[in-house]
Each structure stands twice: as structure tokens, then as C-alpha cells.
């Protein structure tokens, strides 16, 4: 008896999971999970769904500066060695998304930590020639 469960089950699986994408497709919006505009709706506006765009994590980092070193003196490190970096004090640093610079601006503290304040924004013609 327990195989013909088990084979009840199985069919009822195989008929559940035969439906048309249709079907699937009208579970994921249900399920508010259809983010992406169909082909229907690209085809009249043209754009993308902006709640797509929203829903994609980027990181961000904030560049101090930057420096080159041998492998000998890296090695060299230790406790209370000092790396000079590029950039001097007082000049603005860099804002990067995804590694890529959109601006600059001040350290700030913010509730005991840190923070960046922005005196300049990349025009974003500037930021697509170095994608």
C-alpha cells in the first residue's frame, strides 16, 4: 500500500508541475515576485521596471588613497608602520560604487561614526566613459 501512495503522490506532482508557464508566471505575481516587465509592457514604454533597478545591491566604499609597494616591503610591515598614500590632507576623497567613482566629499562623523559629506558629484556623462 505504501508504493501506491508514494505513486499517487508522484502523479500528483508530475500533473501539478505540468502546467503551463502561464500558470507559474500568474503564481509569481501573485506572490508579488514578477519584478521584471513582460514583453508586452517593454514593448510599450520601452524601459525597464525601475523596481528591478531599486532591488539591486551595490557596494560602497570610500577611497582614502592609494599607494604601491614591493612584496619585500610589504612583507616589512608591522604594528605602527605608517603607509604614505597618494593623496594629501585635506583633499576630497572618493565616493565609489561597484568601484567606480560618482564622488567626492569630507569624512563627517554621524552618532560616533563615520560618514562621507558630498562637495562633488560625477556628471554621469563622466562616470559612463569609464564603465
Known amino acids: 500500500m505504501a508504493d501506491n501512495e508514494i505513486e499517487?503522490?508522484?502523479?500528483?506532482?508530475?500533473?501539478?508541475?505540468?502546467?503551463s508557464p502561464d500558470d507559474n508566471l500568474e503564481k509569481d505575481e501573485v506572490n508579488g515576485e514578477n519584478?521584471?516587465?513582460?514583453?508586452?509592457?517593454?514593448?510599450?514604454?520601452?524601459?525597464?521596471n525601475p523596481e528591478v533597478l531599486q532591488g539591486i545591491p551595490v557596494t560602497i566604499s570610500v577611497e582614502v588613497g592609494k599607494t604601491s609597494l614591493k612584496i619585500r616591503d610589504l612583507l616589512r610591515l608591522s604594528q605602527g608602520s605608517v603607509v604614505e598614500l597618494d593623496r594629501l590632507a585635506g583633499e576630497p576623497l572618493d565616493l565609489?560604487?561597484?568601484?567606480?567613482?560618482?564622488?567626492?566629499?569630507?569624512?563627517?562623523?554621524?552618532?560616533?561614526?563615520?560618514?562621507?559629506?558630498?562637495?562633488?558629484?560625477?556628471?554621469?556623462a563622466e562616470r559612463m566613459k569609464t564603465i
Open 8 to 19: 499517487e503522490a508522484t502523479e500528483d506532482k508530475d500533473k501539478s508541475d505540468s502546467g
Open 35 to 48: 519584478l521584471v516587465a513582460t514583453n508586452e509592457e517593454e514593448d510599450q514604454n520601452g524601459k525597464i
Open 96 to 124: 565609489l560604487v561597484n568601484n567606480t567613482v560618482v564622488a567626492q566629499g569630507e569624512i563627517v562623523l554621524v552618532n560616533d561614526r563615520y560618514g562621507i559629506r558630498l562637495t562633488r558629484v560625477v556628471p554621469a
